[in-house]
């Protein structure tokens, strides 16, 4: 079992910064592929970001394109979520998730997280 802990969310004005982290447990972390998902309220869960296990190839939504960056640190069993310039619309709850090899897509996880807040004020 995967145990994966996000941490960081809040309250940010519009065009800020926040940094979000991911801490997943397991001794092949560095094996698994990680992904960002979020969920505004009313609306569906959706794809914000993935990272392999490699680091060399990263996923992104259109939606932040640009402005979100997605990063791991395997020797801390940690994947991140650099979010720049951020709108009122990217306020949702944002959830990691851990997928253990093998990969056949990035956008289905095994493992998530309870989520952490973000909130973006105009």
């Known amino acids: 079992q995967v145990q994966v802990v996000e941490s960081g969310g809040g309250l940010v004005q519009a065009g800020g910064s926040l940094r979000l982290s991911c801490a997943a447990s397991?001794?092949?972390?560095?094996?698994?592929?990680m992904g960002w998902f979020r969920q505004a309220p009313g609306k569906e869960r959706e794809f914000v970001a993935a990272?392999?296990?490699?680091?060399?190839?990263?996923y992104y939504a259109d939606s932040v394109k640009g402005r979100f960056t997605i990063s791991r640190d395997n020797a801390k069993n940690t994947v991140y979520l650099q979010m720049n310039s951020l709108k009122p619309e990217d306020t949702a709850v944002y959830y990691c998730?851990?997928?253990?090899?093998?990969?056949?897509?990035?956008?289905?996880?095994?493992?998530w997280g309870q989520g952490t807040h973000v909130n973006v004020s105009s």
């Open positions: 998730a851990a997928k253990p090899p093998p990969v056949v897509t990035i956008l289905v996880y095994d493992y």
């Open positions: 397991g001794r092949t972390f560095s094996s698994y592929a």
């Open positions: 990272i392999r296990w490699n680091s060399g190839f990263t």
